[in-house]
């Protein structure tokens, strides 16, 4: 599903190269559910960027779902993303004056589905994750926890086969959060690819399999049991 190859990232800061990805090789398979973590500077947030299809490696492959996107231009990954990848991130990133369901169905809009469609599919969207009620009320209107509920369901509406989560518990509390790692857990069960990226080591247990980076590089990378209740 996920494959990089020999892949860095440099950025030129100040006359200055900075290198904030160096030389880093992993594999994602499907239906995976595998957690990036680091520190601040270890170079998960541009991992998450090439991984999400915002920008490109410096050098090295990066092959998702069969295709090689580390030389796709702005427009080419634009379409790739909307087709392959959904997104949470920390802030929710919903548009304000849009209600939760017009949020669930811009997706939809750039892929040209029709306004029937895509309002029965953003419906049906809403209700898996128990908001079908609040499928009416701006994001000012809703909880923390209920505007991360409206992202994953706007994460979910073109049935990507990677979710990629970027600090989702980061803006909720302690109860809230949990409720979040419990649907990404669902979704996995449910066959779809995890990749959670996030600086908490007991945020990134909730994956069967944590990658840690530091200073650019990958340290370590293993499995973690499950037990079945």
Known sequence: MIKLTNLT????????????????????KAKEFVAIVGPSGSGKSTLMNIIGCLDIPTSGSYILDGKEISTYNENMLAEFRNQKIGFIFQRFHLLSKLTALANVELPLIYMGVSAAQRKARSIAALRSVGLESRMYHKPMELSGGQQQRVAFARALITKPPVILADEPTGNLDSKTGVEVLKLLTDLHKMGNTIVLITHDMKVASTANRIVKLMDGKIVSDEELEKYED
């Open 9 to 28: 990232k440099s950025y030129e800061m100040g006359g200055n190269t900075v290198l904030a990805l160096d030389n880093i090789s992993v594999e994602i």
